[in-house]
């Protein structure tokens, strides 16, 4: 979002959107021609930590842990407003940049809302925290009354008024509980990709690391919501790329056992980035059938390797120097 001035997001999610709550009359008629306006509930687990809800009117932004309380009211002017092709995930958004008049309580200067259009309704909205043109933070947010709207209609029987009240739920399951898996991969089937997003956080927990692997890698494939497909691409990521991350054998078995949907998805708009680094990671671990079937993928990449990526020569040069630099 360059016009913005501030770097794109690393991962972005879109939130569920409704009519709002608690409102009067001329709040919920401006609500009808700013989507922007309404009560709006953290999507992420940071989000709720911080926030909680957040409350946006012609005027003032509040937020609330309970959406009963707000506290630190804080009246905004709109320094900038419109739509935008330059967010992170390449699609079109229409945002608003929000200047905090008085900022004592939210430790940031101004906010950006963004409304992606990719997913052809208003129902989902992220946010960036600025101070200057430094991005501070970023989250996600739905719109609480669509999403209570769809957790009583969730035909999954996971306790929880709210999508907030269900991860709380899945959370507090321990994780040697035998019907985990089962909780989680029902979650999963959920209508709406914003609370399938949240689920997908917590995938991790299901076993061992290779069982959250073939639920990702379905997930990147087949969801069909940009959203839970590009958090799922990010968590796979995470388990073989970040900072920290480990794997072991029957990480990579599991990822080479799914190499038909890692064919389909390197080439992906949204989400093959994050296949294509698992396999540089994991290349030289992979079977000698599997580096054979992945080397055309992996030659579209990079083209002048074409010829090369099955010569044993080339194969011995970059792995050895892959199994020094890991002794």
């Not at 019907?179 to 399938?196: D, T, V």
């Not at 991790?204 to 069909?224: E, K, N, Y």
Request: aromatic share 8%; with cysteine.
């Amino acid at each position: 979002m360059r016009q913005l001035g501030f770097r794109q997001l690393n991962t972005v999610v879109r939130v569920a959107i409704g009519l709002l709550l608690g409102s009067v009359a001329p709040f919920l008629a401006g609500a009808q021609d700013n989507p922007l306006y309404g009560i709006w509930e953290g999507g992420d687990n940071a989000t709720l930590a911080v926030y909680g809800s957040l409350k946006i009117t012609p005027t003032a932004i509040y937020r609330s842990k309970n959406r009963r309380d707000w506290t630190c009211e804080t009246p905004y002017t709109v320094l900038e407003s419109g739509m935008s092709s330059h967010w992170s995930t390449g699609g079109t958004v229409r945002y608003w940049k929000l200047l905090l008049e008085t900022p004592d309580c939210w430790q940031h200067r101004s906010m950006v809302f963004a409304i992606p259009t990719v997913v052809k309704t208003l129902d989902y909205i992220d946010y960036v925290e600025l101070e200057g043109d430094q991005r501070e933070g970023d989250g996600h947010l739905f719109r609480t009354q669509e999403a209570n709207r769809l957790a009583d209609s969730d035909p999954l029987n996971i306790p929880g008024t709210t999508f907030e009240d269900k991860m709380r739920f899945l959370s507090d399951v321990p994780n040697d509980d035998p019907n985990l898996k089962e909780l989680y991969q029902r979650a999963l089937e959920s209508p709406s990709p914003g609370f399938r997003s949240l689920v997908v956080q917590g995938i991790r927990r299901v076993g061992p690391q290779s069982a959250a692997i073939a639920i990702l890698m379905r997930l990147i494939a087949d969801d069909p919501a940009a959203v839970v497909r590009e958090k799922a691409g990010d968590e796979l990521n995470c388990m073989f790329v970040c900072g920290g991350a480990s794997h072991d054998s029957a990480d990579v078995s599991a990822f080479e056992a799914e190499m038909s949907l890692v064919i389909k998805t390197m080439t992906a708009p949204d989400v093959g980035h994050y296949v294509k680094e698992v396999t540089d990671v994991v290349w030289c671990e992979l079977s000698e059938s599997g580096r054979a079937r992945l080397a055309p993928a992996v030659a579209a990449f990079y083209p002048y390797r074409a010829d090369d990526l099955l010569r044993p020569e080339v194969y011995d040069a970059i792995c050895s120097k892959t199994e020094e630099s890991s002794e």
